[in-house]
């Protein structure tokens, strides 16, 4: 069986397809397999299917030695049936299929997030423990992920595992970030600061995550250090929270947030309208902007090391965050103001 021949689950959505781009030009023989799909690229197979379903999936895994794993529910959605159906007992499947279908390796897309519980974490290694308050349904379930992940990995059985926590991805075709930092600006809502606004976090462009991930499965070997480990991906340039997104509306040509809100204030009312929402969930089906998430995202400390990954697989970022936020501005320009 080739080395160089793949299965990337998720392989439609952002990050799974700048995976598949890059890995068809580094040479290797792609399949995907999603839920939809998103486009056509010569030389990459695609099969429709959800990871949920085994026998699908043997389909897509046939003659591959190495499967990424990046699909999840949107992380927005508050559908805790859905994250749990997706992101653990779909993760138990795909690894099932692996073993049955002799696959080697499995890259897991995990998430830095999976220790945040709301407060600051500066300069995280991989040692921190998973966050015992998961601020919700997704890093819940993403927290189980990992574990199943990382806890399959066995030398004896010739499966190796290991798992990528990226944060903040961003660049061309997000479907999250600069959308909605844009519809939010669009509404009106872009004028507030939460906090005092000097809160650092990392946000890593795409191409460097797919780097990582390609890195990982390059590097995973039995006498590897990677077997069963966690992995920070991040630009490794932690700037300002504000200052970043003041960068992409002003590139965009929308006016920054200038005023300053208290953080609790501000935590304390999504929270409420969380609350509300979720009790009125019966009736009528309300999305707040500023859920509990996103405002402990906003306002507090969140960046990760990346020391484990530079020392163990020799990553590091080769887009420098300046140059990403030039190239994911000039992606967008139907999100530019007036057009
Ligand atoms: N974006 C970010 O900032 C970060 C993302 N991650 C992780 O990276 C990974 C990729 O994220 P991203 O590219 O942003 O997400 P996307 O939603 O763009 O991509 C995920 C893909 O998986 C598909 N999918 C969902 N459920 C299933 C299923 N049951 N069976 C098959 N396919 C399915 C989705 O289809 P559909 O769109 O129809 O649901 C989509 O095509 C995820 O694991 C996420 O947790 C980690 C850290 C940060
Ligand atoms: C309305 C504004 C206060 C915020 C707009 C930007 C946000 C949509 C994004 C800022 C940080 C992002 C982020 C994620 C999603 C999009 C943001 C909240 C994740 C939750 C995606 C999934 C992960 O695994 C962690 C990410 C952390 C950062």
Known sequence: MSSKRCTVIGGSGFLGRHL???????GYTVNVFDIRQAYELPGVTFHQGDLCDKQALLVALKDVSIVFHCASPAPGSDDRALFQRVNIDGTQTVIQACHEAGVQKLILTSSASVVF???????????LPYAKKPIDYYTET????EKLVLEACSKEKGFLTVAIRPHGIFGPRDPQLVPILVDTARRGKMKFIIGDGSNLVDFTYVENVVHGHILAAE???ADSPLCGQAYHITNDEPVRFWDFMSQI?????YSAPRYHLPYTLVYGIALLLWLIA???RPLIRIKPTFTPMRVALAGTHHYYSCTRAKKDMGYQPPVPLQEAIVRTVESYPHLQKGA
């Not at 598949?20 to 580094?26: A, G, N, Q, S, Y």
């Not at 519980?117 to 040692?127: C, F, Y």
């Not at 993403?142 to 992920?145: G, L, V």
């Not at 509306?249 to 040509?253: D, H, P």
């Open 117 to 127: 519980e709301g407060t600051d974490i500066k300069n995280g290694r991989e040692d």
């Open 278 to 280: 979720l009790v009125l």
């Open 219 to 221: 590097h995973l070997k």
């Open 142 to 145: 993403k927290i189980q992920q």
């Open 249 to 253: 509306l002003v590139g965009l040509g």
């Open 20 to 26: 598949v781009e890059r890995l068809v030009d580094r």
